[in-house]
C-alpha cells in the first residue's frame, strides 16, 4: 500500500481528504504543523507528500524546499492561495503539482495516482537500463556516450556526470550547491561557480537555441530543471 504524508493545518479538510485516498487504498498520516510534519517527511518513507501552504511555524515553501533537497518523491501543493506567483514560487522550489482549494476529492485522488504512477515508470525504467533516451538525446552511462539526433557528441567527464544527474532527476528543481555538492564534491578545488559554466556548457551541447533553453532550465532564485 502507498505511504501519503498530509501536511494540512485545517483539521475538517485534512480528515476529507484523508478519506477519500483510504477508500482509495493509499495509507495516510496527518500533521497539523510545518515542524513536526517536516520532521516526518525527512524521517520516514512516503510516496507522495501533500503540502499546504500556510502552516503554523515553517510554511509549506521552506517545507518543500527542505524536503526536495533529500529525496526525489512527488510533491502536491493543496492552497486556497490562488495568486500566479505562489504558483510559479510552489513549482519553481520542486512541487510537482499545485491544486488550488477549493477542489473535489476526486481531482485530488486522481492527481495523486497520476503523479506516483509517473514516479514508479521513472523509477523501474532508470533501474533496468543504463540507457536514458529523452528529447532526441541518448546517454549510454557504460560506455558514457552521449548520442544527439544520431550524432555522437563529446562531453568532457563533469559535462557528462552533470548532464546525467540533471536527466536522472526530471522536472526537480537543482540548486547550485546540490549539483556541486554531487557532481564535483566540497573537497574539490573548483567552487560552486564552476557549476553556472557547466551549465551553460551543456546548453551549448543539447540545446537548438542555447540562449532560450526548452529542456535544461534556470529556475531564477533556486537553481535549474531539466525538463522533460
Known sequence: MKKIL??????????????????????????????IGLQQALQEHYDLIILDIMLPGINGFEICKQI??????????????????????????????YITKPFSPSELVARVKAHIERYDRLAVNQAQTNSIFVHGIS????????????????????????????????????????????IWGF??????????????????KIESDPSQPKFLETVWGAGYRFNV
Request: charged share 30%; proline share 2%.
Open 68 to 97: 526536495r533537497a533529500v529525496k526525489n518523491i512527488p510533491i502536491l501543493f493543496v492552497s486556497a492561495k490562488k495568486e500566479d506567483i505562489d504558483k510559479i514560487r510552489g513549482l519553481g522550489l520542486g512541487a510537482d503539482d
Open 6 to 35: 498530509l501536511i494540512e493545518d485545517e483539521v475538517s479538510i485534512a480528515e476529507l481528504q484523508r478519506d477519500y485516498l483510504e477508500i482509495n487504498h493509499f495509507h495516510v498520516d496527518i500533521q497539523h504543523t510545518g515542524e
Open 187 to 204: 573537497d574539490s578545488a573548483a567552487d560552486v561557480s564552476t557549476v553556472t559554466v557547466h551549465i551553460r556548457k551543456l546548453r551549448g
Open 139 to 182: 546517454i549510454d552511462k557504460s560506455a558514457r556516450k552521449v548520442h544527439i539526433n544520431g550524432e555522437e557528441i563529446p562531453f568532457t567527464t563533469k559535462e557528462f556526470d552533470l548532464l546525467v544527474f540533471l536527466v536522472m532527476h526530471p522536472n526537480q528543481v537543482l540548486s547550485k550547491e546540490q549539483l556541486y555538492e554531487n
